[in-house]
T-cell receptor, first 112, second 117 residues
Framework: SQQGEEDPQALSIQEGENATMNCSYK?????LQWYRQNSGRGLVHLIL?????REKHSGRLRVTLDTSKKSSSLLITASRAADTASYFC????????????FGTGTRLTIIP | EAGVTQFPSHSVIEKGQTVTLRCDPI?????LYWYRRVMGKEIKFLLH????????ESGMPNNRFLAERTGGTYSTLKVQPAELEDSGVYFC???????????????FGSGTQLSVL
């Protein structure tokens, strides 16, 4: 079964506005990671939040994690045109190797 | 430091042909992963190498797919014979030795866009 599901599938906002994306997962986790993919490029790691953390900040990024609801959100503040990309949440298995399970992603478009 | 590189960036082949994708991980990274994204769906795990050994190949769709990592450096993923449903973007990623709890982030290549006609 699919572990990560992002919501919404697509989001368009004006430059300068905030963008919020959500991710739900099914199994217990040690951490949850967010990645960005710009068109034609590989995925870039953005931020990792551990299961014992509720909120984490990195620059204009703010990630929350609610393990009771098995959900996470990614907030991008003061969006820029360069933020246009697909965003994925990913979770590793609780035990074992580093295999990440990704969702379908949210396609974010920033309108100048 | 060079990142993860993949070759080719694009490949267009006909059904029934063979294609080989290559991935050069970051130097010193023992872990190498192959992922695939088909038709805008989720990014799916294919397999995981630790050095030259296949640690987990549970995501390989069928025996038309063969991955190798001779010498524990670069890896190849061969599709033979290719089918229409194999079209998608194939990503390679690498990481250093895994830490407990899956806390290691992955470094991805730009992917190979495979189109099977």
């Amino acid at each position: 079964s699919q572990q990560g599901e992002e919501d919404p599938q697509a989001l368009s906002i004006q430059e300068g506005e905030n963008a919020t994306m959500n991710c739900s997962y099914k199994t217990s986790i040690n951490n949850l990671q967010w990645y960005r993919q710009n068109s034609g490029r590989g995925l870039v790691h953005l931020i990792l939040i551990r299961s014992n953390e509720r909120e984490k900040h990195s620059g204009r990024l703010r990630v929350t994690l609610d393990t009771s609801k098995k959900s996470s959100s990614l907030l991008i503040t003061a969006s820029r045109a360069a933020d246009t990309a697909s965003y994925f949440c990913a979770t590793p298995p609780l035990f074992g190797n580093e295999k990440l399970t990704f969702g379908t992603g949210t396609r974010l478009t920033i309108i100048p | 430091e060079a990142g993860v590189t993949q070759f080719p960036s694009h490949s267009v082949i006909e059904k029934g042909q063979t294609v080989t994708l290559r991935c050069d991980p970051i130097s010193g990274h023992d872990n190498l992963y192959w992922y695939r994204r088909v038709m805008g769906k989720e990014i799916k795990f294919l397999l995981h190498f630790v050095k030259e050994s296949k640690q987990d190949e549970s995501g390989m769709p069928n025996n038309r797919f063969l991955a190798e990592r001779t010498g524990g450096t670069y890896s190849t993923l061969k599709v033979q014979p290719a089918e229409l449903e194999d079209s998608g973007v194939y990503f390679c990623a690498s990481s250093q030795k895994p830490q407990l709890g899956g806390s290691e982030k992955l470094f991805f290549g730009s992917g190979t866009q495979l189109s099977v006609l």
